[in-house]
Protein backbone atom coordinates (compact mmCIF):
# COMPACT_ATOMS: atom_id res chain seq x y z
CA UNK A 1 0.00 0.00 0.00
CA UNK A 2 1.49 3.68 -0.92
CA UNK A 3 1.56 5.96 2.05
CA UNK A 4 0.28 9.45 0.67
CA UNK A 5 3.87 10.83 -0.39
CA UNK A 6 4.85 8.21 -2.75
CA UNK A 7 1.35 8.45 -4.50
CA UNK A 8 2.03 12.55 -4.87
CA UNK A 9 5.54 11.54 -6.03
CA UNK A 10 3.79 9.01 -8.63
CA UNK A 11 1.52 11.56 -9.73
CA UNK A 12 4.04 13.98 -10.51
CA UNK A 13 5.96 11.85 -12.40
CA UNK A 14 3.10 10.71 -14.65
CA UNK A 15 2.05 14.56 -15.17
CA UNK A 16 5.70 15.19 -16.47
CA UNK A 17 6.03 12.15 -18.30
CA UNK A 18 2.50 13.04 -20.05
CA UNK A 19 3.62 17.06 -20.50
CA UNK A 20 7.17 16.21 -21.73
CA UNK A 21 5.09 13.89 -24.45
CA UNK A 22 2.62 15.93 -25.61
CA UNK A 23 5.43 19.18 -25.72
CA UNK A 24 7.36 16.73 -28.20
CA UNK A 25 4.23 15.42 -30.20
CA UNK A 26 3.76 19.26 -31.26
CA UNK A 27 7.57 19.38 -32.75
CA UNK A 28 7.95 19.67 -36.64
CA UNK A 29 9.04 16.60 -38.32
CA UNK A 30 12.73 16.57 -39.22
CA UNK A 31 13.48 16.10 -43.17
CA UNK A 32 13.27 12.29 -44.54
CA UNK A 33 16.29 10.95 -44.66
CA UNK A 34 18.63 7.51 -43.55
CA UNK A 35 18.83 8.28 -39.70
CA UNK A 36 15.74 10.73 -39.34
CA UNK A 37 14.48 8.55 -36.88
CA UNK A 38 17.56 8.10 -35.19
CA UNK A 39 18.46 12.04 -35.00
CA UNK A 40 14.65 12.53 -33.95
CA UNK A 41 15.06 10.48 -31.21
CA UNK A 42 18.50 11.64 -29.84
CA UNK A 43 17.77 15.14 -30.39
CA UNK A 44 14.41 15.57 -29.01
CA UNK A 45 15.21 14.03 -25.76
CA UNK A 46 16.24 17.27 -24.76
CA UNK A 47 14.99 20.12 -27.20
CA UNK A 48 12.05 20.43 -29.77
CA UNK A 49 13.29 19.47 -33.40
CA UNK A 50 12.31 22.98 -33.79
CA UNK A 51 16.37 23.99 -32.96
CA UNK A 52 17.33 22.10 -35.49
CA UNK A 53 15.49 22.98 -38.08
CA UNK A 54 16.34 26.98 -37.58
CA UNK A 55 19.92 25.98 -37.73
CA UNK A 56 22.37 26.69 -40.61
CA UNK A 57 25.70 25.22 -40.11
CA UNK A 58 28.51 24.18 -41.95
CA UNK A 59 29.21 20.43 -41.84
CA UNK A 60 32.59 22.07 -39.26
CA UNK A 61 30.06 23.68 -37.38
CA UNK A 62 27.68 20.70 -37.35
CA UNK A 63 30.66 17.98 -35.96
CA UNK A 64 31.37 20.47 -33.32
CA UNK A 65 27.02 20.64 -32.59
CA UNK A 66 27.29 17.08 -32.91
CA UNK A 67 30.29 16.10 -30.19
CA UNK A 68 29.07 19.21 -27.90
CA UNK A 69 25.26 16.97 -27.30
CA UNK A 70 27.26 13.90 -27.31
CA UNK A 71 29.22 15.06 -24.33
CA UNK A 72 25.98 16.61 -22.92
CA UNK A 73 24.62 13.17 -23.09
CA UNK A 74 23.02 12.74 -26.07
CA UNK A 75 22.92 8.82 -26.82
CA UNK A 76 24.42 8.63 -30.40
CA UNK A 77 26.05 5.47 -31.48
CA UNK A 78 29.67 5.77 -32.27
CA UNK A 79 28.49 4.05 -35.57
CA UNK A 80 25.70 7.34 -36.17
CA UNK A 81 28.06 9.99 -35.63
CA UNK A 82 29.26 10.92 -38.86
CA UNK A 83 25.76 9.94 -40.30
CA UNK A 84 23.99 12.37 -38.33
CA UNK A 85 26.58 14.62 -38.97
CA UNK A 86 26.22 14.28 -42.87
CA UNK A 87 22.56 14.09 -42.54
CA UNK A 88 22.52 17.31 -40.10
CA UNK A 89 25.17 19.00 -42.91
CA UNK A 90 23.39 17.97 -45.85
CA UNK A 91 19.46 19.74 -44.41
CA UNK A 92 20.72 22.43 -42.63
CA UNK A 93 23.83 23.92 -44.38
CA UNK A 94 24.22 27.91 -44.70
CA UNK A 95 22.88 27.50 -48.60
CA UNK A 96 19.52 25.70 -47.46
CA UNK A 97 16.84 28.28 -47.31
CA UNK A 98 15.21 29.36 -43.69
CA UNK A 99 12.48 27.21 -42.87
CA UNK A 100 9.51 29.26 -42.34
CA UNK A 101 7.97 27.93 -38.84
CA UNK A 102 4.71 29.09 -38.19
CA UNK A 103 4.03 31.35 -35.21
CA UNK A 104 2.35 30.44 -31.64
CA UNK A 105 -0.70 32.13 -31.33
CA UNK A 106 -0.09 34.18 -28.03
CA UNK A 107 -2.90 34.30 -25.42
CA UNK A 108 -1.87 37.13 -23.86
CA UNK A 109 -4.61 40.35 -23.84
Same mark, same amino acid.
Given at each position: ? /?? /??????????????????????????????????????????????? =??? @???????????????? =?????????????? /???????? /??????????????? @???
Amino acid at each position: M /FD /FKESVYIALIAVTTLSCRLLLAQSPDLPPGSVQTKVTTACTECHESR =IIL @QQRLSKAAWTKEVDKM =IKWGAVVDSADRDG /FIDYLSTN /FSPDKPPIKMPRSVS @QKK
